[in-house]
Structures are given as structure tokens and as C-alpha cells.
């Protein structure tokens, strides 16, 4: 395992930035000029830098996007068709990139922290969904824009957004394709906080840090459980717990968090 301070050798990427330090993982999508929209090489990309976030060295992640957007979703202009051409096979676009990646960003080992820093539309809106903590600048806004080009909201906006926002709610935002703004999302129960756009980076890099001092097992295992309660009833969840509970009570964190409070003092969390 690499030494979690560590700083991994930098990767260039050249649709996203990515960068790996001190247990923080950050993911930058870098496409300003087409609103960070995603085209094969940024799936390719990402998927590689989430690989790496998994890999031992961080406790956190942190994606966010550059310019002025934070996701447009698929880059359309991938997808334009002549009349009788034969149509892409979006099927296999999901199945090979938006999938893995929700999958992916879901079962990452450790609190996966979304700054959406300015409009987040069709999958783009979603994937800051999949998120553990979304935070959103208060000029950003969120379009399931899916029902505008005829299809359905994919990279989990079916999943997700009925669970966040319940039916009504998710039925509107997709069958509508309104705008959302952060404020709303907020007032919705959809994202965690709204903030003044001065304030999204600071307030973002508050909580990665605190993230990567924190005990990461732990984290972890919540992240797991709230996420596969969607489908569990209550005894089955009560053995998540269960089961999860027993393995970190051998955990060294727990250990440091009981001793650091008898002894008043601030825990130094491993992350194991
Ligand atoms: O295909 C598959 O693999 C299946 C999976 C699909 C997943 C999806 O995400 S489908 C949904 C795709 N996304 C959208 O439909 C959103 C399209 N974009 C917009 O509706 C608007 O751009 C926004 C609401 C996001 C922002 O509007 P606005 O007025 O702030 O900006 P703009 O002027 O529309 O866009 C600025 C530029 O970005 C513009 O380029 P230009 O004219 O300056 O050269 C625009 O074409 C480009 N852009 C924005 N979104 C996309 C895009 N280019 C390609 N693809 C985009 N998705």
C-alpha cells in the first residue's frame, strides 16, 4: 500500500485534471469549452484517476469541474447523425462508460465529495448526484435535460433522484428538464449546502481536509451502508451494521477514537 502522505507521480490527462496529495484525491473535468462535456478519452480518463483514487493513497476525493459548468452531460456533438445514417448505440455507451463510472465513484473506499461549481445537466447532473457529499455554488443549476433530446435520465438519474427528492419531485425534473437552482436542490433535500460561489472552493477544501484526518474505514463503511439501504429492508440493514460494527471495533481508528477521548484529546485516525 502507498504511504497515505504521500504524493503519487502526477498523471496528465488531458481532459481532466487530476491530482493526489496528502490523502486528497482531486479530480478537475477539463473541457471548459464544451461545459466539461464527456467524450470517450474523458471516460477513459477519469475511469484511470478513479483507479488510481482506489488505490491506497487517498481517503477522499474531490471532483469539480473547470470554467463555468460542471458537467454538460454527453458531449452531443459526438452523437449527431445524418438522416439514414445508421444511429450510435447508446446502450453500449452506458453499459461501458456512465455505468462503471457511477459504479465506480459508489464503491470508492472513502467519501467521494462533488463542488459543482456551475451548471450540471443530463448525466452531468447525475453524476454529481452519485456523489457522497454535493456541494453547490448558489449560481450553479441542475437540468435532467435527457427529456429535451428524447431520452431517459441515465447514470442513475432514475435511481437517484426519486430517492433524493421522492416521486413527485424526480418525475417533474424529468419529464420537464426545468432548471433547478442550487438553492432549490438545497431546499429539496437533493444536494447537501449551497454556498456563495466565493465561498464553494474554500468550503469544499474545508471538508476534503477534514475527510483526510478522518477515520476512513469508518467512512467507509457508512458511505456502504446508507447507499445499499435503498434495497435493504430494516433486518437486513440491522446485519449490515452488525457486520460492520464487528470489523471496526478491530479497526486501529476505533481504538485511537475511544483512547483519544478518555484522554481528551484530538484522534490521530489512521485510516485503517
Ligand atoms: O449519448 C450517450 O452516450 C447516452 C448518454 C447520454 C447522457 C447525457 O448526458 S444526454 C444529455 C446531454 N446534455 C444535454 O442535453 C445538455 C446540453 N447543453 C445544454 O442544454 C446547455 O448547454 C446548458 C443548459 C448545459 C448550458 O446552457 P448555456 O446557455 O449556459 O450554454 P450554451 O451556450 O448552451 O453552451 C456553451 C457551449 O457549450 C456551446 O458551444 P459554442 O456554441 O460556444 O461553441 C455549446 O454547444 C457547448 N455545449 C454545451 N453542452 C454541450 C455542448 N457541446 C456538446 N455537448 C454538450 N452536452
Avoid at 490527462?13 to 479530480?27: H, M, Q, S
Wanted: charged share 25%; hydrophobic share 45%.
Amino acid at each position: 500500500m502507498i504511504p497515505p502522505d504521500a504524493r503519487t507521480d502526477p498523471v496528465s490527462y488531458e481532459n481532466i485534471r487530476f491530482d493526489l496529495a496528502d490523502g486528497i484525491a482531486r479530480v478537475t473535468l477539463h473541457r471548459p469549452d464544451k461545459l466539461n462535456s464527456f467524450n470517450s478519452a474523458m471516460h477513459g480518463e477519469l475511469r484511470d484517476a478513479l483507479a488510481r483514487t482506489g488505490d491506497g493513497a487517498a481517503r477522499v476525493l474531490l471532483l469539480t469541474g473547470a470554467g463555468r459548468a460542471f458537467c454538460a452531460g454527453q458531449d452531443l456533438s459526438d452523437r449527431a447523425v445524418a438522416p439514414g445514417a445508421e444511429p450510435p448505440d447508446l446502450g453500449s455507451s452506458i453499459e461501458n462508460f456512465y455505468k462503471p463510472l457511477v459504479l465506480a465513484l459508489r464503491r470508492l473506499p472513502m467519501p467521494v465529495v462533488c463542488a459543482v461549481n456551475g451548471v450540471a445537466a443530463g448525466a452531468g447532473a447525475n453524476l454529481a448526484l452519485a456523489c457522497d457529499i454535493v456541494l453547490a455554488a448558489r449560481s450553479a443549476r441542475f437540468i435532467q435535460a435527457f427529456c429535451r433530446i428524447g431520452l431517459v435520465p441515465d447514470a442513475g438519474g432514475t435511481y437517484l433522484l426519486p430517492r433524493l427528492v421522492g416521486t413527485a419531485r424526480a418525475m417533474g425534473l424529468a419529464l420537464l428538464g426545468e432548471t433547478l437552482s442550487a438553492e432549490q436542490a438545497q431546499a429539496w433535500g437533493m444536494i447537501w449546502k449551497c454556498v456563495d460561489d466565493d465561498r464553494l472552493a474554500a468550503e469544499a477544501e474545508q471538508i476534503v481536509r477534514h475527510f483526510a484526518g478522518g477515520p476512513t474505514l469508518g467512512l467507509a463503511r457508512t458511505k456502504q451502508a446508507i447507499h445499499a439501504s435503498a434495497a435493504n429492508d430494516l433486518a437486513a440493514q440491522l446485519d449490515m451494521e452488525r457486520d460492520f460494527q464487528r470489523e471496526l471495533g478491530r479497526s486501529d481508528d476505533y481504538r485511537e477514537g475511544v483512547a483519544a477521548f478518555v484522554e481528551k484529546r484530538v484522534p490521530e485516525f489512521k485510516g485503517r
